[in-house]
């Protein structure tokens, strides 16, 4: 296949398009237009028609610069352009900025806000007044502030997984509690964050519920614990997330 430019010949005519774009600067038309039947380029190599004949192109397109026409503004009696395209001209674009009420309120600008204070940290947010009746257990600035609010004040029979009396955890519980964060560096075993940056010493989860045992003691063992931070283990508790202990990864 030669390059009709140059000459050279090349295997195949792809070889010699890309040639003739790279070397030549100018790519060989690919496209026979259906309305004129003159050959041109196109990029995708889909266009029916050349940039002369499209029929959605130049003042076939109702957005063409030409194409717009003239009526009078309702309120000032003024004559102004517009696209018939666009809703019919009513009001010219004076009147339209200068009148209130025309136009919708700027989204932009936030509406009325009050201040609130954190239930878990005690920074301030701001908030919807509407709000303030909705949100039964307050406002928090983070999941990682709900997170600690809910350990330590959903508790009894408000917690989901209540299902009637206090749990008795017993003397080796806090002895396996050190041996698991020891065996996981003090890390939670989920997301990876550590003691430092929790700035305390992650929780340590029960992977087969306390309750399921008939004598708790039962359950503390190291292959029943898994250290995590105080979002995931929430999460696993409820059921979002599975986690293993560092035996069975």
Request: aromatic fraction near 8%.
């Given at each position: 296949?030669?390059?009709p430019?140059?000459?050279?010949?090349?295997?195949?005519?792809?070889?010699?398009?890309?040639?003739?774009?790279?070397?030549?600067?100018?790519?060989?038309?690919?496209?026979?237009?259906?309305?004129?039947?003159?050959?041109?380029?196109?990029?995708?190599?889909?266009?029916?028609?050349?940039?002369?004949?499209?029929p959605?192109?130049?003042?076939?397109?109702?957005?063409?610069r030409?194409?717009?026409?003239?009526?009078?503004?309702?309120?000032?009696?003024?004559?102004?352009?517009?696209?018939?395209?666009?809703?019919?001209?009513?009001?010219?674009?004076?009147?339209?900025?200068?009148?209130?009420?025309?136009?919708?309120?700027?989204?932009?600008?936030?509406?009325?806000?009050?201040?609130?204070?954190?239930?878990?940290?005690?920074?301030?947010?701001e908030?919807?007044?509407?709000?303030?009746?909705?949100?039964?257990?307050?406002?928090?600035?983070?999941?990682?502030?709900?997170?600690?609010?809910?350990?330590?004040?959903?508790?009894?029979?408000?917690?989901?997984?209540?299902?009637?009396?206090?749990?008795?955890?017993?003397?080796?519980w806090?002895?396996?509690?050190?041996?698991?964060l020891?065996?996981?560096?003090y890390?939670?075993?989920?997301?990876?964050?550590?003691?430092?940056?929790?700035?305390?010493?992650?929780?340590?989860?029960?992977?087969e519920?306390?309750?399921?045992?008939?004598?708790?003691?039962?359950?503390?063992?190291?292959?029943?614990?898994?250290?995590?931070?105080?979002?995931?283990?929430?999460?696993?508790?409820?059921?979002?997330?599975?986690?293993s202990?560092?035996g069975?990864?």
């Amino acid at each position: 296949m030669d390059c009709p430019t140059c000459g050279k010949s090349l295997a195949t005519e792809q070889g010699m398009r890309q040639h003739h774009t790279k070397v030549h600067g100018d790519p060989l038309p690919n496209r026979t237009c259906s309305g004129c039947g003159l050959a041109f380029y196109d990029p995708k190599a889909r266009r029916e028609y050349c940039d002369d004949c499209d029929p959605n192109a130049g003042e076939h397109n109702g957005n063409w610069r030409d194409a717009t026409e003239l009526t009078d503004c309702t309120r000032c009696g003024s004559t102004f352009e517009y696209y018939p395209s666009d809703k019919p001209g009513v009001y010219c674009s004076d009147c339209v900025e200068a009148a209130e009420g025309l136009l919708p309120d700027n989204p932009s600008i936030k509406a009325e806000r009050v201040t609130v204070g954190c239930q878990s940290c005690g920074d301030d947010l701001e908030v919807r007044p509407a709000r303030i009746d909705e949100q039964e257990r307050g406002f928090f600035c983070t999941l990682a502030c709900y997170g600690d609010w809910l350990s330590a004040n959903v508790v009894g029979p408000d917690h989901h997984q209540w299902e009637g009396g206090p749990i008795e955890y017993g003397r080796s519980w806090w002895q396996v509690r050190r041996q698991a964060l020891e065996r996981d560096d003090y890390e939670c075993q989920h997301c990876g964050v550590e003691a430092a940056e929790l700035d305390r010493n992650p929780d340590v989860h029960h992977l087969e519920p306390v309750r399921s045992f008939e004598d708790p003691e039962d359950a503390h063992v190291l292959e029943n614990v898994v250290t995590l931070c105080r979002s995931c283990h929430r999460r696993a508790e409820e059921g979002q997330i599975a986690v293993s202990s560092a035996g069975e990864k």
